[in-house]
């Protein structure tokens, strides 16, 4: 079982919010990555991060942002969600190119 | 066009049935294959990791094998159980960068 952690699991909000999802992991990687998926679809790469300070936009264009203050701690943050933003967002981390961990997910859904 | 893709989409058979799925690729270069089993709700799982050099490896009843030459890829599940119910989704690696390129999945259920 990968150390991987992600708040909330789930989340409903209104149009125009703020919101953050957490994703923390405890084992030590400096590698961290940050994904959305539909239902039944591929995984794109949103964001991700080679260490502290250190951020990447992924393929997928998102107006989601992040921060990486702490190896441990890699929270996304959206300014005002949408609609379109209704999704599950999966964080995951490695060490260097190795396999990547993933955390349970959060499912948001914006109204 | 997504350059991995999966068949089939979904795929339903008995508990005890083998089965196998597919990944085609187009990536280049080639650094490396993985297939990940996700739960329905859960992040993804690693199975197995394939260099260009491996053709066959296993993870207890799961046998991944890889043609480099054809670019094609299988899961192989054997004596399936109700637990393998879930999507399996095959990522290759690239460049020297290690950029992945995910499969949409095949969805797997397994019926008593």
């Known amino acids: 079982e990968a150390d991987i952690y992600q708040t909330p699991r789930y989340l409903v909000i209104g149009t125009g919010k703020k919101i953050t999802l957490e994703c923390s992991q405890t084992m030590g990687h400096d590698k961290m990555y940050w994904y959305q998926q539909d239902p039944g679809m591929e995984l794109h790469l949103i964001h991700y991060?080679?260490?502290?300070?250190?951020?990447e936009k992924g393929d997928l264009s998102s107006e989601s942002t992040v921060s990486r203050i702490r190896t441990e701690h890699f929270p996304l943050t959206l300014e005002s969600a949408r609609p379109s933003h209704t999704s599950q967002y999966l964080c995951?981390?490695?060490?260097?190119?190795?396999?990547?961990?993933f955390g349970p997910g959060t499912r948001l859904t914006v109204l | 066009k997504n350059q991995v893709e999966q068949s089939p989409q979904s795929l339903i058979i008995l508990e005890g049935k083998n089965c196998t799925l597919q990944?085609?690729?187009?990536?280049?270069?080639?650094?490396?294959l993985r297939w990940y089993k996700q739960d329905t709700g859960r992040g993804p799982v690693s199975l197995t990791i394939?260099?260009?050099?491996?053709n066959t490896k296993s993870n207890g009843r799961y046998t991944a094998t890889l043609d480099a030459d054809t670019k094609q890829s299988s899961l192989h599940i054997t004596a399936s159980q109700l637990s393998d119910s879930a999507s399996y989704i095959c990522v290759v690696s690239a460049g020297n960068n290690n950029d992945m390129r995910f499969g949409a999945g095949t969805r797997l259920t397994v019926k008593p």
């Open positions: 394939m260099t260009f050099s491996e």
């Open positions: 991060s080679y260490g502290v300070n250190s951020t």
């Open positions: 990944c085609n690729y187009t990536v280049s270069p080639f650094s490396n």
């Open positions: 995951a981390s490695s060490e260097y190119y190795d396999t990547q961990y």
